[in-house]
């Protein structure tokens, strides 16, 4: 009974925490969103905990001790007032240990640096099969099988800030790739040069600041024009071909002459001279090697996967990664 009386202070303190634990946390659950009414709402629930904390373990401490409310021992009862914020922290770490997916491709690399040797040719020997070494942060995306090329792309462009997920855990590598995203990608790519000037096309009115940016460099650039017969129209959210890949890297790269006596793929002589030749030259360059046999199809729409590749290629070329910056 003494060990009770002498310590009734930290006693009521751990009886109060435990009682109180499923009422915060339950209020942590329910009112976790962070606008609006439900903030306040939280608010002065927490303040009402508060209030009856403290009046509820000055009652337990004072029936465990007998020395009544106007017991004044060690820190009096300003101590009480820590149990609401002991609670409200456990229980908001409770909440976020529970809602980790700790079998996520994110939590399971996090931390992790991979190195990879991939194939690499540079533009002084378009011949040359040498190896560089590329090292990657970590992987995000549970749609994304490591230890693969396709994984080795889209890190590389996750991890310099080309890429983004279509969700937190999520890359979508078979999905189309829209005009206005490759503009973006290649943007950021360039590291995201200053743009003075304007674009003829009249309908990236209302995409963000961040995306007529993009398209509008790349017009200037001279990587990309409207559609065939309609120069004021660029169809930002149409989605993109493999020839029209093939086009903007290749102008990108400075439109270069090309010998398009052999076109290898069967399946592309109708398209333009120009089509051919970018086509053939990022054939050429190794900028498109995972298509095999002699079709490109040229008008089948660009995953998400191909241009990560596409420009993984080109960056072997042009090394234009080397002024970005990783991912930390």
Known sequence: MD?????????????????????????NHEFKSKTGIQVLLRCCLFTLISVVSVVMFAALESMISGRGFRYS?????????????????TTTA?????????????????????TYKVRGIYAADSSATGYSEIEV??????????????????????????VNGT????????ANCLRDQFCIMLYKLNGLPSVEGTAPFEDIATETSNTRKAIVWCYLEGIVAGLKGQPTVFNPRGDISRSQLAIMLYRMGGSPEVDIT?????????????????????????IIPSIDGDLFEPTKKGSRALLTEMM?????????????????
């Open 3 to 27: 060990f009770l009386k002498e310590n009734s202070l930290y006693i009521s303190l751990i009886l109060g925490i435990v009682a109180g634990y499923p009422l915060v946390r339950n209020i």
């Open 73 to 89: 021992g060690v820190s009096t009862y300003g101590l009480y007032l820590i149990a609401p914020v002991i609670m409200v922290a």
């Open 94 to 114: 409770a909440e976020y240990l529970d809602n980790v997916d700790w079998n996520s491709a994110a939590v399971r690399t996090m931390g992790k640096t991979y």
């Open 137 to 162: 942060l970590y992987n995000p995306f549970e749609d994304v099988e490591e230890g693969t090329d396709e994984f080795t792309y889209i890190a590389w462009a996750y991890n310099y800030y080309i």
């Open 167 to 174: 969700g937190k855990t999520t890359y979508s590598p078979e």
């Open 262 to 286: 052999d076109l290898h793929f069967t399946d592309i002589a109708s398209q333009t001279s120009n089509t051919k030749k970018a086509i053939v030259w990022c054939y050429q360059n190794g």
């Open 312 to 328: 993984y290629q080109y960056d072997q070329i042009y090394h234009l990664s080397d002024e970005l910056d990783l991912q930390h």
